[in-house]
């Protein structure tokens, strides 16, 4: 924007000095020519009385004398045929003045001035003064490196107040565009202080007001989510206690560390909508025992619903750059759609395996498939929120990885869930 204001400044003087500058230079060479033909005649007429009544000696005398005075070439011609002083041929305005008539007019080497001089008793006398060129341009080639001077100096100017006044317009826009990219950035306490033209000011007013309200928003969907998921810490205690009354301990135990991972769930949720920054340390968790602990978790309800289950894991540690609770989430959605979009006996694998510095963990059934567009949030051809994978992805994206749908080898559903190794806090 500078840039482009200097150069509209810029055209705008050239355009303006053009206009004013042109004629005033065309008026001082004229103003000199006139000045230098006036004073050659007034040179001439000095010698009219001189001319008209003195004798031949005389003349010759007095024109040696104003031609050595003024520098100029003096010619007398009188009415004889004699030429006294430079000699030089008759031109046409010679030939003109000898009838009478005085006038001035140019000529190759400049501008002649011819008087005639009438009286004499043998005719009528013509002087003749030639005005050199270059007394013609005397000064006119000073003015004009003046008046570009000038015109230099007052578009100098110009591009000064125009630099300073975009300064002044360019300043408060980039404070909005910064201000703008840590809103974007999540830092929603950035604010950007009124300054500019009063259209820049009621934008920046705006802009504050509009940070403003995106927080208050966010707070309170974050005290919804966290009453919300808080009210949830009731029916977990009564299944807890429900857990408790079970005869069977097998199932008391299996129900109730079901309950316990859920409530664990729960908490991370509260905590999560209650952050107000990015946790400090890079998030890490071990995807091995993460992935059997579930796996093993599933299991149970695959063995309810007929399902045969395919394991090839890794043996561990294998450290990814997610958190715990995150991957953990993401690997129950994962196996979730597996029970939730295929029908009861369907076979499934899961694997992990390291691969070219990922972890990467896929899981396979033999069902009907996925339809186009699933991975999209709240996208969902079974009734359900549409969140699972989703939940999976960004999950994915935490820890430098993605996650990618294909269609499995027997025809079924393949997700596979890259995960990368986590950062040190020198790379966070």
């Known amino acids: 924007m500078r840039a482009r204001l200097a150069l509209l400044v810029a055209a705008v ?83 003109l003045a ?24 043998d005719g009528t006398g013509v002087i003749r003064i030639a005005v050199p060129q270059r007394e013609l341009t005397a000064g006119v080639t000073r003015a004009w ?22 300064r002044t317009l360019v300043r408060p826009i980039s404070d909005l565009s910064a201000v703008s990219h840590r809103l974007a950035n999540a830092e929603l306490d950035a604010r950007v202080t009124p300054a500019g033209p009063p259209e820049l000011r009621e934008v920046a007013g705006a802009l504050n007001h509009l940070a403003t309200r995106i927080q208050v928003l966010l707070v309170q969907e974050r005290e919804q989510v966290a009453d919300l998921s808080h009210q949830l810490r009731t029916p977990l205690t009564a299944l807890r206690l429900e857990a408790d009354s079970l005869r069977d301990p097998d199932d008391a135990a299996r129900i109730t560390a079901a309950a316990d991972g859920l409530e664990r769930a729960v908490t991370g949720l509260i905590r999560q909508a209650r952050w107000r ?65 295929t029908p009861d006996g369907t076979p499934f694998a899961v694997r992990l395996a390291r691969e070219a510095g990922e972890v990467v963990l896929t899981v396979a059934d033999e069902g009907p498939g996925m339809p186009a567009g699933a991975i999209r949030r709240g996208s969902s051809a079974a009734g359900s929120t549409g969140l699972g994978l989703d939940i999976a992805r960004r999950a994915a994206q935490a820890a430098g990885g993605r996650l990618e749908l294909r269609a499995g080898p027997h025809g079924g559903a393949q997700v596979l869930l890259r995960l990368g190794p986590p950062t040190s806090p020198r790379d966070a």
């Open 13 to 95: 003087s050239v355009l303006t000095l053009i206009a004013f500058l042109v004629p005033l230079a065309l008026l001082v060479r004229t103003v000199a020519e006139d000045r230098a033909t006036v004073r050659a005649t007034a040179d001439a007429q000095s010698l009219v009385p001189v001319v008209g009544t003195a004798d031949a000696a005389t003349i010759r005398l007095t024109v040696e004398q104003l031609a050595a005075e003024s520098g100029r070439p003096v010619s007398v011609f009188l009415p004889d045929g004699t030429v006294l002083g430079a000699q030089t041929p008759r031109t046409p305005a010679v030939a």
């Open 98 to 121: 000898a009838r009478g008539q005085s006038l001035t007019g140019e000529s190759a080497a400049g501008r002649e001035v011819v008087i005639a001089v009438q009286g004499r008793a």
């Open 145 to 166: 490196l003046v008046l570009a001077l000038l015109g230099v100096i007052l578009v100098l100017i110009g591009l000064l107040v125009a630099d300073r006044l975009a």
């Open 277 to 341: 920054h990015a946790p400090a340390q890079p998030a890490s968790s071990d995807a091995a025992a993460i992935v059997a602990d579930r796996v093993a978790f599933w299991s149970v309800l695959a063995e309810d619903t007929g399902r045969a289950v395919t394991l090839d894991l890794t043996p561990g540690p294998l450290p990814v750059g997610v958190a715990a609770d995150n991957l953990t989430a993401a690997v129950d959605a994962l196996l979730g759609n597996v029970f939730a979009h």
